[in-house]
């Protein structure tokens, strides 16, 4: 918000700007997530870990 106030100039009006940025913000970046993780460019294995049990290290 201290940014948004000094580009403004406003306390009250940098107030008002945040309910609507923020859940952009963050939908923008979920999404972008969500496209990204889908992209296989320059994977050629995915590393998959399986833990060992107790039982099965005895």
């Known amino acids: 918000m ?16 945040g ?5 952009t913000k963050t939908g ?5 997530e ?3 993780n889908r992209i296989t460019w320059g994977v050629s294995v995915r590393l998959r870990v399986r833990f060992r ?6």
């Open 2 to 17: 201290l940014g948004r106030a000094v580009v403004t100039g406003n306390v009250d009006e940098a107030a008002n700007i």
């Open 19 to 23: 309910p609507a940025t923020d859940p």
């Open 28 to 32: 923008t970046y979920y999404g972008y």
């Open 34 to 36: 969500r496209v990204w």
């Open 53 to 58: 049990t107790r039982h099965e290290l005895e």
